[in-house]
């Protein structure tokens, strides 16, 4: 196995089909530059077990350990890009005979690609019961509480919620308000470790602010705060809460600020680039993407740039929490008139709504000599990717630039016909180049950046068809340029 992990393999070409591997192995050394992978042995590795395989045998291989009871759904299945490894939970360590059906596959040669090691940091999956579900389940302790829903209302509970810390979030429908109490009550029934529930009705401003309102403890049902009869005193009123995610420390105010779920994967992607880099983070609210980048990628500089007064607060608070303040440069602004210019490798524009009206500063955020751009847009459906690209390539070339679209990925669906996006491009200077390169000559300096969208039969003839990708969204192997004449 490569990346140096510590592992025994599992049955090599002529050895006899017998017990993959037994926990009292002998462990080889663990590299101190290998994060992932352990020795089998030793107490902590019982719930950490995983099987290494090559990545693009793992489909079969979980579908075999599933038909056999192996495989642990409480833990995810991670991959290893740089050395094409997948690690596969297992509840215990499978006999070899179990894959020996493999062998019936051209592609498989042999078994001495499939090992057995120890997970240093499992990534877990979090179990979340359906509110629904457990109401149903449990009329009886909810009658002892006086609590009473009917099947139709069960049918409209919120799907989900989430968790900040110790408060849960919920978005109850117009049509359940009356019972937003009773239903608050029901979710602390289910789970006793939340402190506070609130209710959430969307968002407000510029500062995206969110309207809500703390339903548990009933603290606004009847005016209970002004009732004399009232007593709240033995609960923790506060929605200040420290919310852990990827590894990082959050601090906010959730009565006052919004703290995304939908974007963890982005933020986990952008915790792994930039290191050794010089960043420039706009929008960046309490840290959402420059904490993980700090504390997991260690870029040389991060400027932080807020506009909100509480958001900044709190990202101060955040950079001390973690630990980053010799990386983290906070800023507290307004990013069309902040931003500092020709300082970074790498730009963040993870705000949405009018992202695109700050193009113009992200781009002379970047070095002189370029950078890479990360552009997050919500967009109609039907005018992705081709609108946030072409309002890239055009701010692009109004700085003289070149733009090279790198990825274009789907985030979210944001509301009905309309998803969160990102865009990541690369932004060169690239002296005496016209704007009709590489496009063909069937593109004038004039025409807009819609081509390969509106004749895809002209462009696949003059490019090869990689430009869309289905499993990627779209991504574009040839290099965007500006509408506008020299670049």
């Not at 601090?251 to 994967?265: C, H, T």
């Not at 010089?278 to 960046?284: A, G, K, R, Y």
Request: overall charge positive; aromatic content about 8%; some cysteine.
């Amino acid at each position: 196995m490569s990346s140096g992990s510590s592992s025994s393999s599992v049955m090599s070409s002529g050895s006899s089909p017998s017990s993959v591997m037994s926990s009292g192995s002998s462990p080889s050394s663990v590299p101190d530059h290998d994060p992932v992978l352990s020795s089998v042995s030793g107490p902590a590795s019982g719930n950490r077990l995983v099987l290494c395989v090559p990545s693009h045998t793992a489909g079969r291989i979980i579908s075999i350990l599933k038909s056999a009871s192996l495989f642990d759904p409480g833990r995810k299945t991670e991959t290893i890009r740089i050395s094409g490894i997948s690690l596969i939970p297992v509840i215990r360590i499978p006999e070899t005979d179990l894959f020996l059906p493999l062998l019936s596959d051209p592609s498989f040669q042999d078994l001495s690609g499939i090992s057995a090691a120890s997970s240093l940091n499992p990534s877990y999956v979090k179990k979340e019961v359906p509110l629904k579900t457990f109401v149903r389940n449990s009329r009886s302790l909810l009658a002892e509480n006086s609590l009473f829903f009917t099947d139709e209302q069960i049918d409209r509970f919120p799907a989900g919620r989430q968790m900040i810390g110790d408060i849960a979030v919920l978005t109850i429908p117009d049509s359940l308000q009356a019972e937003k109490y009773d239903i608050a009550r029901a979710l602390v029934l289910m789970d006793p470790s939340i402190r506070l529930v609130l209710n959430d009705s969307g968002i407000r401003g510029v500062f995206r602010e969110p309207c809500r309102e703390i339903i548990y403890p009933p603290v606004s049902r009847d005016k209970s705060r002004d009732d004399p009869g009232a007593d709240f005193s033995g609960y923790d009123l506060s929605t200040v809460v420290t919310h852990e995610e990827n590894g990082c420390h959050f601090r906010l105010d959730v009565m006052k600020l919004m703290f995304s779920k939908g974007n963890l994967e982005e933020k986990r992607r952008m915790s792994r680039t930039g290191s050794g880099e010089t960043v420039v983070d706009m929008f960046c609210g309490i840290g959402y993407f420059t904490i993980p980048m700090a504390v997991r990628a260690k870029p040389e500089r991060i400027f932080a740039i807020e506009l909100n007064p509480v958001s900044f607060r709190y990202l101060c608070e955040n950079i001390r929490l973690n630990h980053v303040e010799k990386i983290v440069t906070p800023v507290l602004g307004d990013c069309g008139k902040v931003t500092p210019e020709g300082v970074a490798d790498r730009v963040l524009m993870g705000y949405v709504g009018t992202t695109h009206c700050f193009l113009d500063a992200g781009i002379r955020a970047l070095k002189p000599q370029g950078g890479i751009l990360h552009y997050h847009e919500t967009v109609p459906e039907k005018l992705y990717p081709q609108r946030p690209v072409d309002r890239i390539c055009r701010a692009a070339a109004k700085a003289g630039k070149k733009t090279e679209i790198m990825d274009c990925r789907i985030i979210k669906k944001y509301s009905p016909g309309v998803i969160h996006v990102v865009i990541d491009a690369r932004i060169f200077r690239s002296p005496g180049k016209t704007a009709r390169q590489n496009i063909g000559s069937i593109v004038s300096a004039d025409m807009p950046l819609y081509i390969p969208f509106f004749f895809p039969d002209i462009f696949e003839r003059l490019h090869p068809p990689r430009w869309r990708d289905p499993e990627r969204g779209y991504s574009f192997p040839f290099n965007f340029v500006g509408p506008t004449g020299k670049i």
